[in-house]
């Protein structure tokens, strides 16, 4: 039988669900404590921008989804793990559970505590990492826990979801014990009235190839799956450090693609997406929208290809239909491999009289035919501090691709790097017939974070304050400088 907490503390930490990190969160770290508490400018009220603004307006120590005023939040980790990831006594006061032992260094946010009390099964999800042995724990939704306290009793850590795909299908982690299980039955996020966070581990590669397409998403109801870094996470980051091969994979075998997500509100963060196959088809990652007010943001990720033909981009990022309209935000992605045919790096899309902005700022691409691609954009696709190095292909290489000619780019494009002329012709100052060698680390590793002597050091204008897309940091979690940045998605 399930036995639910009662909560007598208030969650003092905060969730990242803003659009622009807090003062002194620049890293942009799911969890941190607010610079600025208490505003007392007025309610977090939804739909209004206060729910999502890490701005305590209501000076009750809690901002946006950790806030009564405001949805909730399913903290869910998705790992290969399905075993227990710690077993040890427990002491529990309040919403803090202290272990005896000290936990492993993945154990972390989203992850699920198990208490044993005489026969009943307690749970809590984690919200915040404190140190090696304690933990805060928040319940199914977001909020504080609501109990009794007990000491030295029995406690076990496990992930709620073994698997992106047992997270798209809510199968949880079968070794939980059934009693608890059931944590969560719908896909609707607005009518359940929470946001669904997953933080994803690097317990082995996650071999699988997702679809997220019956999911009900909003503004303040959105999808996000991330990597999680900071020390309030996670002992150990659980990202990669710029180059694939280390931190959450998610490989799919044939056929492509890793993952596409048909939703409207969708965040992706820091992760890794590959193929283990040998087919052709359309991408690493797919965001399909198609509701008036999209909000899609893919940051901090590596997209690699298999090195066969991908007619829709590595990244693949389109808006459907006549009443689509929002923004698409991608920013400091690495995408590279799909080195056959007419194949593209990252491809932008409106499609069926869609009109939907995209900015399109600080990525580095490679080893494609076309490198960044817009089509039936009409000068919507903003692209600023990219650095786009194409290979060979039917029509040669094109760094930045107009499908349907000039006019795709939005004219204040500016400050990209291409390996042919394709970086002036959509916007000045650019940097042209720059070569993987002078500008990237080494692709026979397939390191493409920015050489240390690369000619577009300093080439970038600085997009922190940017209206459109602030970005702070560089892939890997590196602040960027006050002034000129470095183009692509790595600073130097």
């Given at each position: 039988?399930?036995?639910?907490?009662?909560?007598?503390?208030?969650?003092?930490?905060?969730?990242?669900?803003?659009?622009?990190?807090?003062?002194?969160?620049?890293?942009?770290?799911?969890?941190?404590?607010?610079?600025?508490?208490?505003?007392?400018?007025?309610?977090?009220?939804?739909?209004?921008?206060?729910?999502?603004?890490?701005?305590?307006?209501?000076?009750?120590?809690?901002?946006?989804?950790?806030?009564?005023?405001?949805?909730?939040?399913?903290?869910?980790?998705?790992?290969?793990?399905?075993?227990?990831?710690?077993?040890?006594?427990?002491?529990?006061?309040?919403?803090?559970?202290?272990?005896?032992?000290?936990?492993?260094?993945?154990?972390?946010?989203?992850?699920?505590?198990?208490?044993?009390?005489?026969?009943?099964?307690?749970?809590?999800?984690?919200?915040e990492r404190i140190d090696a042995r304690t933990l805060r724990l928040v319940d199914a939704i977001g909020r504080p826990l609501i109990g009794r306290d007990a000491i030295g009793v029995s406690a076990a850590v496990f992930r709620a979801f073994v698997g992106m795909d047992d997270l798209n299908s809510l199968v949880e982690n079968p070794a939980l014990p059934a009693a608890v299980r059931d944590f969560d039955t719908s896909r609707n996020l607005v009518t359940s009235d929470v946001a669904l966070v997953a933080a994803c581990y690097d317990d082995g590669i996650d071999q699988a190839t997702v679809r997220f397409d019956?999911?009900?998403?909003?503004?303040?109801?959105?999808?996000?799956?991330?990597?999680?870094?900071?020390?309030?996470?996670?002992?150990?980051?659980?990202?990669?450090?710029?180059?694939?091969?280390?931190?959450?994979?998610?490989?799919?075998?044939?056929?492509?693609?890793?993952?596409?997500?048909?939703?409207?509100?969708?965040?992706?963060?820091?992760?890794?997406?590959?193929?283990?196959?040998?087919?052709?088809?359309?991408?690493?990652?797919?965001?399909?929208?198609?509701?008036?007010?999209?909000?899609?943001?893919?940051?901090?990720?590596?997209?690699?290809?298999?090195?066969?033909?991908?007619?829709?981009?590595?990244?693949?990022?389109?808006?459907?239909?006549?009443?689509?309209?929002?923004?698409?935000?991608?920013?400091?992605?690495?995408?590279?491999?799909?080195?056959?045919?007419?194949?593209?790096?990252?491809?932008?899309?409106?499609?069926?009289?869609?009109?939907?902005?995209?900015?399109?700022?600080?990525?580095?691409?490679?080893?494609?035919?076309?490198?960044?691609?817009?089509?039936?954009?009409?000068?919507?696709?903003?692209?600023?501090?990219?650095?786009?190095?194409?290979?060979?292909?039917?029509?040669?290489?094109?760094?930045?691709?107009?499908?349907?000619?000039?006019?795709?780019?939005?004219?204040?494009?500016?400050?990209?790097?291409?390996?042919?002329?394709?970086?002036?012709?959509?916007?000045?100052?650019?940097?042209?017939?720059?070569?993987?060698?002078?500008?990237?680390?080494?692709?026979?590793?397939?390191?493409?974070?920015?050489?240390?002597?690369?000619?577009?050091?300093?080439?970038?204008?600085?997009?922190?304050?940017?209206?459109?897309?602030?970005?702070?940091?560089?892939?890997?979690?590196?602040?960027?400088?006050?002034?000129?940045?470095?183009?692509?998605?790595?600073?130097?």
């Amino acid at each position: 039988m399930r036995v639910l907490f009662l909560a007598w503390a208030l969650v003092a930490c905060r969730v990242n669900f803003d659009r622009v990190p807090a003062a002194g969160d620049a890293s942009g770290d799911s969890v941190g404590v607010d610079a600025t508490s208490c505003t007392q400018t007025g309610l977090e009220i939804r739909g209004d921008g206060s729910c999502s603004d890490s701005v305590d307006n209501d000076c009750d120590g809690l901002t946006d989804h950790g806030d009564p005023g405001c949805p909730g939040v399913r903290l869910r980790s998705v790992g290969v793990a399905a075993a227990s990831l710690a077993t040890s006594s427990v002491d529990v006061a309040g919403d803090l559970a202290t272990f005896s032992i000290d936990l492993p260094a993945r154990v972390g946010i989203g992850d699920v505590v198990v208490i044993y009390l005489g026969g009943n099964e307690a749970i809590g999800f984690v919200r915040e990492r404190i140190d090696a042995r304690t933990l805060r724990l928040v319940d199914a939704i977001g909020r504080p826990l609501i109990g009794r306290d007990a000491i030295g009793v029995s406690a076990a850590v496990f992930r709620a979801f073994v698997g992106m795909d047992d997270l798209n299908s809510l199968v949880e982690n079968p070794a939980l014990p059934a009693a608890v299980r059931d944590f969560d039955t719908s896909r609707n996020l607005v009518t359940s009235d929470v946001a669904l966070v997953a933080a994803c581990y690097d317990d082995g590669i996650d071999q699988a190839t997702v679809r997220f397409d019956t999911w009900t998403t909003s503004e303040e109801h959105y999808l996000r799956l991330f990597t999680p870094v900071s020390k309030s996470e996670v002992g150990v980051s659980q990202r990669h450090a710029g180059v694939y091969g280390v931190g959450y994979r998610l490989e799919a075998g044939d056929p492509f693609p890793a993952l596409e997500i048909d939703a409207s509100h969708v965040r992706v963060e820091g992760l890794s997406f590959g193929a283990a196959g040998s087919g052709s088809d359309k991408s690493a990652l797919v965001v399909i929208s198609s509701d008036d007010d999209i909000d899609v943001r893919i940051s901090h990720n590596i997209l690699r290809g298999n090195n066969a033909a991908n007619t829709d981009g590595i990244l693949h990022l389109e808006a459907d239909g006549p009443g689509a309209g929002g923004r698409f935000h991608n920013s400091n992605n690495i995408a590279y491999g799909a080195n056959v045919g007419s194949s593209e790096c990252m491809w932008h899309r409106n499609t069926n009289g869609a009109n939907v902005a995209f900015f399109i700022y600080h990525n580095t691409v490679w080893d494609c035919p076309r490198g960044i691609e817009a089509r039936d954009t009409a000068g919507k696709a903003l692209a600023i501090n990219n650095i786009s190095l194409a290979i060979a292909g039917p029509l040669g290489p094109v760094a930045f691709f107009e499908y349907n000619g000039p006019g795709e780019f939005h004219p204040s494009s500016s400050n990209n790097v291409s390996s042919d002329a394709t970086a002036a012709n959509i916007g000045q100052p650019a940097l042209t017939g720059q070569t993987p060698a002078q500008t990237l680390r080494d692709v026979s590793s397939e390191d493409l974070r920015l050489s240390g002597t690369a000619p577009s050091i300093g080439f970038g204008i600085d997009l922190r304050l940017d209206p459109n897309l602030p970005v702070l940091d560089d892939i890997e979690g590196d602040l960027r400088p006050v002034g000129a940045s470095d183009p692509g998605a790595d600073q130097n």
